[in-house]
């Protein structure tokens, strides 16, 4: 079962996370070796929970001792149950969480040996897509709904990775953090085709140039969170909403989703061809069938997520 995190950190004690208990102030791309996040010495199943309750996936960071920075060890646990939930009929919405006063404080980077050759033009760029960028990208292209049940500080690609789910929750102790500016970096894992898609440009740019911590209530303000509860709160809150999710129409939500991603990147006319050509794909689903006989026949509908 998931587990409730506890209040988040402010800005001062996450400024200090530098030292040995890790954060993104201490990490970023000239720090690593290509793909090299640091890998961690526990094993994944330990660090990255993960339970099915009730057709929903609920995937739990759990170091808490590091505010939930996340490893490569975890980013691929993660990336590996995310395209589970997605091939498996069982799963219908996936909740993403963590434990402690942190949900997730970047990317650790503790450790990570340096490069075994000399650096050459290419290199960071492949550690990024093949690192932050495959992490957001598969929340964003996961068939069923995500959400985020945001206990705490949720910096950098943290930051993102609250952001790609389909809908956020947050405790009223959580802050989010565009934390690249404080050591001259720039946003990575998305940021910046996420932000401005959210709040618009010139609220993107507020938060990324000056890398100042968001609080929960400001984030719901700007159309980031869905909804801010008092963090005894954020577990249950979780509950429902992937339950009613859970309960729908699952292949309908899936195209939706992936209807609403694309929808800024294209023209009008390329949107109203993928909604025709969605709307044929989910009319040969069970669920479609359902939902039309339900209405006819004046009666709840029953969904089996096919």
């Known amino acids: 079962m998931p587990v409730s995190g506890e209040a988040g950190a402010g800005p001062d004690e996450h400024a200090r996370t530098g030292a040995p208990g890790a954060g993104p102030e201490a990490a970023g791309p000239e720090t690593a070796a290509p793909g090299s996040e640091t890998a961690d010495p526990a094993p994944a199943a330990a660090t990255v ?13 759990n170091r808490p001792e590091a505010m ?15 395209a589970e939930a997605s091939a498996d009929p069982a799963v219908r919405a996936v909740v993403l969480t963590a434990t402690g006063r942190g949900f997730c404080a970047g990317a650790d980077l503790r450790g990570t040996p340096g490069p075994a050759r000399e650096r050459v033009p290419g290199d960071v760029a492949r550690t990024i897509r093949l690192g932050a960028q495959r992490l957001i990208a598969a929340v964003l292209d996961c068939e069923k709904p995500v959400i985020a049940a945001v206990n705490g500080t949720a910096a950098g690609i943290g930051a993102h990775l609250a952001f790609a789910c389909d809908l956020v929750l947050a405790a009223d102790t959580a802050t989010f953090i565009e934390v690249f500016v404080r050591r001259g970096l720039v946003p ?51 509950k429902e909403w992937a339950g009613r999710l859970a309960a729908g129409p699952t292949r ?54 096919r």
């Open 68 to 82: 939930n920075a996340v490893t490569r060890d975890q980013r691929e646990r993660v990336i590996a149950l995310l």
């Open 252 to 305: 309908a939500l899936a195209l939706t989703k992936q209807l609403v991603n694309a929808s800024l990147d294209g023209d009008r006319a390329t949107a109203f061809a993928a909604e025709a050509a969605s709307q044929e794909i989910n009319m040969t689903t069970r669920d479609a069938n359902e939902g039309v006989a339900s209405f006819v026949e004046r009666r709840p509908p029953k969904y089996e997520g």
């Open 188 to 238: 990575d894992g998305g940021g910046a085709y996420l932000l401005p898609r959210l709040v618009g440009p010139q609220r993107a740019k507020e938060l990324m140039f000056f890398g100042d911590a968001l609080t929960a209530a400001d984030a719901e303000r700007l159309g980031l969170v869905n909804r801010t509860v008092p963090a005894a709160e954020l577990e249950a809150l979780a």
């Open 49 to 61: 929970l993960h339970t099915l309750d009730g057709g929903v996936s609920w995937i739990t960071l």
